[in-house]
């Protein structure tokens, strides 16, 4: 079955602070992944994507690894600001389907 | 438009009645999809546009789901007699080719604003 799992399901962090998110898939064949950032009543943003052979690729404070033979991707945020609060949601793309397999996301709070 | 746009942002409605979702998907972008978002879960894959090629119709949840995207332009999401399991957030997106083909900014989907359905 065609799974994409995220932790944690929430994570509250003070500003300032790093913090890493993980996404594990089980969807194959495997086209690409992607990290979107979805703030509270807004559709979702993407923040990156990563091909079957990129290992890590960078935006800004967002860091995003991918180990295709584990088939895990992780969603490293440095530096936390207020705004990054928001559910960080991990896609999934088969070779040549048409649909996309989504995580159910992890709710970033981040306190002053 | 600059963006995918996207309305009603919010509808509240009866029990049994029909409602429209309608989305206007960013010029020139050839593939439209509908997902719909529940609290707290993942995005459901309802259907999906290319071009003039059939629809993928294969995430509506039932008969009373339907969509038609007029001039490979917009699109309409109606839902029939709606239900109360059927409140959630309707998003759009939209982008230049089918999402799989390219890891590249071709595949890269835009994503509406999204409509809130509440049914009461």
């Known amino acids: 079955k065609n799974q994409v799992e995220q932790s944690p399901q929430s994570l509250i962090i003070l500003e300032g602070k790093n913090c890493t998110l993980q996404?594990?898939?089980?969807?194959?064949?495997?086209?690409?992944l992607r990290w979107y950032k979805q703030d509270t009543g807004r559709g979702p943003v993407s923040l990156t994507i990563?091909?079957?052979?990129?290992n890590t690729k960078s935006n800004g404070r967002y860091t995003a690894t991918l180990d295709a033979d584990t088939k895990q991707s992780s969603l490293h945020i440095t530096a936390s600001q207020l705004s990054d609060s928001a559910s960080y949601i991990c896609?999934?793309?088969?070779?040549?389907?048409?649909?996309?397999?989504f995580g159910s996301g992890t709710q970033l709070t981040v306190l002053p | 438009g600059a963006g995918v746009s996207q309305s009603p942002s919010n509808k509240v409605t009866e029990k049994g009645k029909d409602v429209e979702l309608r989305c206007d998907p960013i010029?020139?972008?050839?593939?439209l999809y509908w997902y719909r978002q529940s609290l707290g879960q993942g995005l459901e894959f309802l259907i999906y546009?290319?071009?003039?090629?059939?629809?993928?119709k294969s995430g509506l949840p039932s008969d009373r789901f339907s969509a038609e995207r007029t001039g490979g332009s917009v699109s309409t999401l109606t839902i029939q007699r709606t239900q109360q399991e059927d409140s959630a957030v309707y998003l759009c997106?939209?982008?230049?080719?089918?999402?799989?083909?390219?890891?590249?900014?071709?595949?890269?989907?835009?994503f509406g604003e999204g409509s809130r359905l509440t049914v009461l």
């Open positions: 896609v999934v793309i088969r070779g040549s389907a048409r649909q996309l397999t």
């Open positions: 997106a939209s982008s230049l080719n089918i999402a799989g083909t390219s890891g590249g900014a071709g595949g890269e989907l835009f």
């Open positions: 546009f290319q071009g003039n090629s059939a629809p993928d």
């Open positions: 990563m091909t079957f052979s990129e």
């Open positions: 010029s020139g972008h050839t593939a």
């Open positions: 996404c594990n898939y089980t969807v194959s064949p495997f086209s690409n």
